[in-house]
């Protein structure tokens, strides 16, 4: 189930909100500390669903200033209005937490613990201790300091389902999002998600029409296998979008997540019974390659995996960037025997010179600054290097863009100037940020055939999505969920 929280702050807003939630929410928690002034009566009327009734104090926190006297009197009220749940902490004082437990009425009780600062080691003893007392639900919510103290959420999950107890179980932050994805999939009771940014009750909350639309969150069912992509920073990544819609298109009942992850082998060692397979992206491409069964030929040229894969009992890395870009260029012509410039020397570079030259291309680089470094690939690639201001004399087949130039903020930059642009040339330019580049716009004019950064993104993630399940991609559904995140941009 998905609860979404109602925070006010006054009555009519929260109406309002309930309103908006009908479509989204199972259940909605009515956080009545936010809003002192409103009618919980009419609230629950309103709610047209189950309600949960919380009246948080601020050291667990909430905003409920008065004395706990007064805040089980309220917790009372809610129970003599026939509330189908109510929520009440274990730092209430003994007796009145008592008071409520034994004369609940109707109303089944939610036990809350809360840690707004660590994932406690003791958590298994917090768990039996709330265990011993007379609740319905026993919630226990803790913040994540690393990604890792997801997984003791999820260990105390599966015991409460062995115990036959319901839990709601997860960690906040940001390094927690994946428990509020997976709590569900791993026996929670229900995850909470905001009507909408802004409307948070707690640090990490995700958008409750985000965890129903694109996750799935409510309905993961134990089968399904977790993917996801790992780097630090990871908020920028659309993984999640592209890949739990080609997961949803295929009848596929898997669900995709972004990892934060600082250490590698940490993580990957803990979290491997966990996973189904994994994207990585920066910093993590050259290192995760070290806690690996095997690594694909291409991959160890290119000196970086992008995509693990679980072959034969053993985790693969491949590289997806360079055959990703493959895919997108055969969409547009052969590539065998082509002259084609790249600009740039990074990791996108040497992704596609390497599967670039093994399709048969010949291929020249070229530098701007750091001639060194674009020498040493083009020694690698078997390549010419010229400097990029002589790209007006090659005139080649293909021209493939893996600098950063013209990339947002810089959208006036371009690569190389319009006249080394020549009518029937492909140019392929793998900023995808803007959505037309400088350079995309001017290859237009010139009579090009385009290729936008878009497409690298959507071939590499549909080469991963093939390599872990064995079907065909829905490639035009996962290109237009990329287009409509990066219009709304």
């Not at 309600?51 to 129970?79: C, F, H, L, W």
Request: some cysteine.
């Amino acid at each position: 189930m998905i609860c979404i929280p109602i925070v006010g702050p006054t009555e009519q807003q929260a109406l309002k909100d309930l309103e908006r939630s009908r479509d989204l929410a199972d259940i909605v928690e009515l956080r009545m500390d936010l809003m002192p002034d409103a009618d919980l009566k009419n609230l629950m009327q309103a709610a047209g669903k189950p309600v949960i009734v919380t009246y948080r104090n601020k050291m667990d926190g909430g905003q409920y200033r008065g004395p706990d006297e007064e805040r089980i009197a309220s917790i009372r009220k809610a129970i003599d209005l026939g509330a189908p749940y109510i929520d009440i902490e274990t730092s209430t004082p003994g007796p009145l937490l008592k008071s409520v437990l034994e004369n609940k009425g109707q109303s089944q009780v939610i036990l809350s613990h809360h840690d707004f600062t660590r994932t406690d080691e003791r958590i298994d003893q917090i768990y039996e201790i709330m265990c011993e007392m007379p609740a319905d639900i026993l919630k226990i919510i803790t913040y994540a300091q690393d990604i890792n103290d997801n997984l003791a959420l999820f260990r105390l999950l599966y015991r409460a389902r062995k115990d036959e107890k319901k839990m709601i179980g997860f960690c906040m932050g940001e390094k927690g999002e994946i428990s509020r994805i997976l709590t569900v999939h791993f026996g929670g009771w229900l995850t909470f998600g905001s009507l909408e940014t802004g409307k948070e009750s707690a640090p990490g909350q995700i958008p409750a029409r985000i965890l129903k639309e694109v996750y799935r969150a409510g309905a993961i069912p134990p089968e399904a296998k977790v993917f996801g992509v790992i780097g630090d920073p990871i908020n920028k990544s659309m993984g999640y979008l592209i890949h739990n819609k080609a997961f949803q298109l295929t009848g596929l009942p898997h669900v995709y997540v972004p990892f934060l992850v600082k250490n590698v082998q940490r993580f990957f060692s803990l979290f491997e019974p966990y996973i189904g397979g994994l994207s990585v992206t920066m910093p993590h491409k050259e290192e995760i390659g070290r806690y690996l069964g095997s690594i694909s030929a291409q991959a160890k040229r290119i000196g970086a995996v992008n995509t693990v894969v679980h072959e034969n009992g053993e985790w693969v890395g491949y590289n997806t960037d360079g055959t990703g870009a493959l895919r997108a260029l055969k969409e547009k012509g052969e590539v065998a025997g082509k002259n084609v410039v790249i600009i740039g020397a990074g990791g996108t570079a040497k992704a596609i010179g390497h599967t670039l030259k093994d399709a048969g291309a010949h291929l020249t680089l070229t530098y701007h600054r750091n001639r060194e470094r674009g020498q040493e690939l083009a020694d690698q690639l078997g390549a010419r290097l010229i400097h990029v201001d002589a790209i007006d004399k090659e005139s080649p087949d293909i021209l493939i863009n893996c600098s950063p130039a013209g990339m947002t903020p810089n959208v006036n930059q371009t690569p190389c100037p319009a006249s080394c642009l020549k009518l029937g040339m492909i140019v392929f330019d793998s900023v995808y940020n803007p959505l037309e580049t400088r350079l995309v716009k001017e290859a237009r004019e010139k009579g090009c055939t385009v290729i936008p950064g878009v497409e690298l993104f959507v071939n590499q993630a549909v080469e991963q999505f093939e390599m872990w399940t064995g079907k065909t991609a829905p490639i035009d559904a996962m290109r237009q969920v990329v287009l409509d995140k990066l219009k709304e941009s």
